[in-house]
């Protein structure tokens, strides 16, 4: 009895960060309820929610993407938001907890920094003003309050039993859904496509070496572009006056790395091809945004049938509306702009006290301005709250650090200010409200209008035979640069000055070529009137798209997806011939000429089977390593693009920066070519062993898809059979990549197909949890099934029926 008594608090007991395993086995109530067959997934149901106002009909296709038939807008988005609650809740809490700094509530001290982090940089706050924008809006009060709703009803029926694996896991259960949550998933990606900054490192940097050397390796214009709207594209607006920069930059007696650096490669690939150059002679549209790869996946598929609305594509879980799709008039796509939306202000205070900070108001003369206290009580799960103060001033919060306060972190910028896009009131639910019912050009831009961040490249096309592409967000009014290092933050010149009138944001409709595309790469010909950024992506990946539309003819959709799989690297076809100049061959040891041999032959293409991939990203990081790290490579510093150092190769090969400055001798390009290619030949050697099948980049790159948690792996896809890369139009890296590919041929009959690497249902239990994961890695594409009616649904399809309750 005693040793069953034993037994029984073990298992019913939280152990320090473990949940109590018997909860966990339970069962009645554990996982092994979680288990779900293609049957019970499939399998009809009629269901009563309270809070419709009509009846609404759900079909789900083979794939388990529903398609919700509403008679009401009201009902449309209770009904999206019961159905992904359904399948997405966990990724839902999960990734508005990360967003909003609330995770360590869940899992402890473990995640307290990373909280911490999100508080001071306003997160919650920028939600804050993006909700009472959106509820000053009919038409957002309406979206939002009728998701919530759906979502709700969901969470309602739930009981331990059937609560998502991970709640589980984690021992926690759902809480409500709330209108800030939807907002604070907006947020998140906002965070994720915007967050980067260099101005550290910039300014750390022109420290050191001075402006004229800043503008040779980071200029402000790329040394080779193909910008997304074409050269000599007239701006027809006259531009309203441009601010002067001020004289004086910020002087920093130290800098400190920001804590968050995104994914550089976050970006996208989007086209839309006229049809002139198509076979049907209507318009086919592209895109396929690249972010991380993960599990649950970061779409949701989704189509929305109402009076007024039948639009079918791609939605962020906890967000009402598509965000990526087509209805029967137009398709739309995004990529990313990376305009600079982010700076940081030195902010001097007049004492210790830190509740006054200094600012030249020309217009008051008031030079002490008071700052805004805003308290962060953070929960941490078995300890108790913490409380930060964060201080905000006009510019918005300050990330200062005081050794003496218990939040102290030294990873923080001291005494920076930061005025981000973020921050700023905003309706985006507006736009994909509209545009998800625009059905022409005019209804399309007037969308784009309500839309502040990310800002996003949307690409449109139309079954009136119109492309059309419009580098799309709210842009500060700045002086050019402005940003690119730290800024004083007493000078009102520094502000942002307004913004930029939306009729003046760069686009292009119908171009002569015939095809409008981007890959992030710069927006613009120098011919452009205002400054958006001083670095995007660089050009190699859409230069690699444009050179494949300029030869498209009679182009089918099939055309297209073969473009998206496409595995040529441009740099590497730009940069691989000049390196092997440096290669002295008759020095080289028989394997090391093995290889050297096999490079010369390359095609320059990254298919998972070929093995020259894996030398040359070998051979190009230890190049530019040698290159740039004795001059450049302080932990506060950052590196030039890779087409600066191309630039150098192909035009300065003499220049000082070749030079190891750590011996006595002067190196060549040459030299270090020859040097770095011999190193990462034997490290490779020394790794893989041979020149063998353990070579294949594939192999190597080890492409994964994680779940969401990556302690739990087994609820991951590892070592994904696939090609691509970065900088590649197959933009596949180890854990990031097209995370959503869909082409739609407009015309009298749209048609479309889509893909991503995962599954409509967040529970690994299900059959549709990683069931696209395969067709996603091979290059293939689903139709995606787009229904006038529920009539018209497939045999294979299954219908839920959502009914109003009686009175």
């Given at each position: ?10 298992l019913s007991?939280r152990?320090?960060s ?6 966990f086995?339970n069962p ?8 779900e067959?293609?049957?019970s997934?499939?399998a ?18 083979r ?5 919700i038939?509403a ?13 992904t ?18 995770l360590?509530?869940?899992l402890g001290?473990l995640?307290l920094?990373y909280?911490?982090?999100?508080r ?5 706050y ?5 909700l009472?924008?959106?509820?000053a809006?009919s038409l957002?009060?309406q979206v939002?309050?009728a998701?919530t ?10 009981t ?8 589980k896991?984690l021992?926690y259960?759902?809480e ?8 604070l998933?907006?947020?998140l ?19 050191q070496?001075g402006?004229?050397?800043?503008d040779s ?8 572009s ?9 701006w ?6 441009i601010?002067a920069?001020?004289t004086?930059?910020a002087a920093l ?10 994914d550089?490669d976050?970006g996208s690939n989007?086209w839309?091809?006229s ?6 002679g209507?318009?086919?549209?592209a895109n396929d945004?690249h972010l ?5 996946s970061?779409?949701y ?14 939605s ?7 965000i ?6 137009i398709a739309w796509g995004?990529?990313n702009?990376?305009a600079d ?7 001097d205070?007049?004492d210790?006290?830190r ?9 008051t003369?008031q030079?002490?301005?008071p700052?805004t ?9 078995n300890?108790?709250?913490?409380r930060?103060?964060?201080r ?7 990330l200062?650090?005081?050794?003496a306060?218990?939040?102290?972190n ?6 920076l200010?930061m005025?981000w ?11 994909f409200?509209?545009?998800n019912r ?6 399309f831009t007037?969308a784009?209008?309500y839309?502040m961040a ?14 059309a592409?419009?580098v ?10 402005q ?7 007493s000078?009102?010149k520094?502000?942002?000055q ?5 009729a003046?944001n ?7 070529r015939?095809?409008?595309?981007s890959?992030?790469?710069r ?13 995007q992506a ?10 494949v539309?300029?030869?498209?003819h ?8 073969a473009l998206q ?6 740099h590497?076809?730009?940069a691989l ?11 080289l040891t028989e394997p090391?000429q093995q290889?050297y041999?096999?490079?010369r032959?390359?095609n320059y293409e ?5 093995r020259?991939?894996?030398v ?10 040698a290159?740039?790290?004795d ?5 506060l510093m950052r590196?030039?693009m ?6 150098l190769?192909d035009s ?5 920066w070749?030079d190891d400055?750590t011996?006595p001798e ?5 030299e270090i070519?020859?040097q ?7 490290t490779?050697?020394?790794d893989?062993?041979?020149w ?7 192999t190597?790159?080890g ?6 948690m990556?302690?739990l792996t087994s609820f991951?896809?590892k070592d994904?059979r ?8 197959n933009?596949?890296k180890?854990?990031?990549?097209p ?14 197909w889509?893909?991503y ?8 239990g299900s ?8 067709t996603w ?6 139709e995606?099934i787009?229904l ?8 294979d ?8 309750n009686s009175?």
């Amino acid at each position: 009895m005693l040793l069953t008594f034993m037994v029984a608090f073990v298992l019913s007991t939280r152990m320090s960060s473990v949940p109590p395993l018997g909860y966990f086995l339970n069962p009645f109530a554990g996982f092994w309820q979680n288990a779900e067959t293609v049957a019970s997934a499939t399998a009809p149901h009629t269901l009563n929610l309270p809070t419709l106002h009509d009846s609404v009909t759900i079909v789900y296709d083979r794939y388990q993407v529903p398609h919700i038939f509403a008679r009401n807008d009201h009902d449309l988005y209770v009904a999206q938001g019961y159905v992904t609650a359904r399948d997405r809740l966990w990724q839902m809490d999960f990734q508005t907890r990360a967003a909003g700094g609330r995770l360590s509530e869940v899992l402890g001290e473990l995640t307290l920094e990373y909280d911490r982090f999100q508080r001071k940089v306003g997160m919650v706050y920028g939600a804050e003003r993006f909700l009472e924008a959106t509820l000053a809006d009919s038409l957002g009060r309406q979206v939002i309050e009728a998701y919530t709703e759906g979502v709700n009803a969901w969470i309602s029926q739930l009981t331990p039993m059937n609560y998502p694996i991970e709640f589980k896991l984690l021992d926690y259960k759902p809480e409500p859904w709330e209108p800030l949550k939807t907002a604070l998933m907006l947020k998140l990606m906002t965070a994720n496509l915007t967050m980067g900054t260099d101005d550290l490192f910039m300014t750390r940097i022109l420290q050191q070496y001075g402006k004229a050397t800043v503008d040779s390796l980071f200029p402000a214009y790329p040394y080779f572009s193909d910008p997304i709207i074409p050269p000599h594209t007239p701006w027809n607006f006259r531009p309203v006056p441009i601010p002067a920069a001020p004289t004086q930059v910020a002087a920093l007696g130290a800098t400190y790395q920001f804590p968050h650096r995104p994914d550089p490669d976050n970006g996208s690939n989007n086209w839309a091809i006229s049809g002139e150059r198509s076979a049907t002679g209507y318009p086919i549209l592209a895109n396929d945004p690249h972010l991380g790869l993960s599990l649950p996946s970061l779409w949701y598929q989704v189509q929305l049938h109402a009076p007024g609305v039948n639009v079918c594509g791609a939605s962020l879980p906890g967000t009402p509306g598509v965000i990526i799709g087509f209805n029967d008039a137009i398709a739309w796509g995004v990529t990313n702009v990376d305009a600079d939306v982010l700076d940081f202000y030195k902010i001097d205070f007049r004492d210790d006290d830190r509740l006054e900070y200094r600012y030249l108001d020309e217009t008051t003369a008031q030079e002490w301005h008071p700052v805004t206290l805003r308290e962060e009580r953070i929960k941490v799960r078995n300890y108790g709250i913490i409380r930060d103060t964060v201080r905000y001033t006009h510019h918005g919060p300050l990330l200062y650090n005081d050794p003496a306060e218990p939040s102290f972190n030294p990873r923080f910028p001291a005494g920076l200010a930061m005025r981000w896009i973020a921050h700023e009131p905003s309706t985006e639910l507006t736009t994909f409200y509209k545009l998800n019912r625009a059905q022409d050009y005019q209804a399309f831009t007037e969308a784009l209008s309500y839309y502040m961040a990310p800002a996003q490249n949307f690409v449109y096309a139309d079954r009136d035979n119109n492309i059309a592409l419009w580098v799309n967000g709210r842009f500060p009014l700045k002086w050019k640069e402005q940003g690119k290092f730290i800024l004083e933050g007493s000078d009102p010149k520094n502000d942002w000055q307004g913004w930029i009138p939306h009729a003046h944001n760069p686009h292009v409709k119908n171009p002569p070529r015939g095809f409008v595309s981007s890959g992030n790469q710069r927006s613009t010909d120098r011919t452009y009137p205002y400054y958006l950024t001083w670095e995007q992506a660089p050009y190699g990946r859409g230069a690699r798209i444009n050179e494949v539309l300029r030869q498209m003819h009679h182009a089918t959709a099939d055309s297209l997806r073969a473009l998206q799989n496409d595995n040529l690297y441009w740099h590497a076809r730009q940069a691989l011939p000049r390196m092997l100049q440096g290669v002295r061959a008759q020095q080289l040891t028989e394997p090391q000429q093995q290889v050297y041999a096999q490079m010369r032959r390359w095609n320059y293409e990254y298919g998972p089977g070929q093995r020259e991939p894996a030398v040359f990203e070998a051979w190009w990081e230890a190049f530019t390593e040698a290159t740039w790290h004795d001059e450049l490579g302080d932990t506060l510093m950052r590196y030039p693009m890779q087409t600066t150092t191309l630039f150098l190769m192909d035009s300065l090969p003499k220049a000082s920066w070749f030079d190891d400055r750590t011996t006595p001798e002067r190196e060549t390009l040459d030299e270090i070519l020859h040097q770095t290619f011999v190193a990462s030949v034997d490290t490779l050697r020394s790794d893989l062993g041979p020149w063998d099948d353990d070579w294949q980049w594939a192999t190597v790159k080890g492409t994964t898809i994680r779940h969401l948690m990556p302690p739990l792996t087994s609820f991951g896809r590892k070592d994904i059979r696939i090609g691509g890369g970065a900088g590649i139009v197959n933009a596949t890296k180890k854990t990031h990549g097209p995370s959503w590919r869909m082409i739609v041929e407009l015309g009298p009959q749209v048609k479309a197909w889509g893909v991503y690497p995962g599954g409509q249902s967040g529970n690994p239990g299900s059959p549709f949890y990683e069931n696209m994961i395969d067709t996603w890695r091979d290059g293939h594409l689903n139709e995606l099934i787009f229904l006038p009616s529920p009539e018209a649904a497939p045999a294979d399809a299954s219908v839920w029926q959502l009914n109003r309750n009686s009175p």
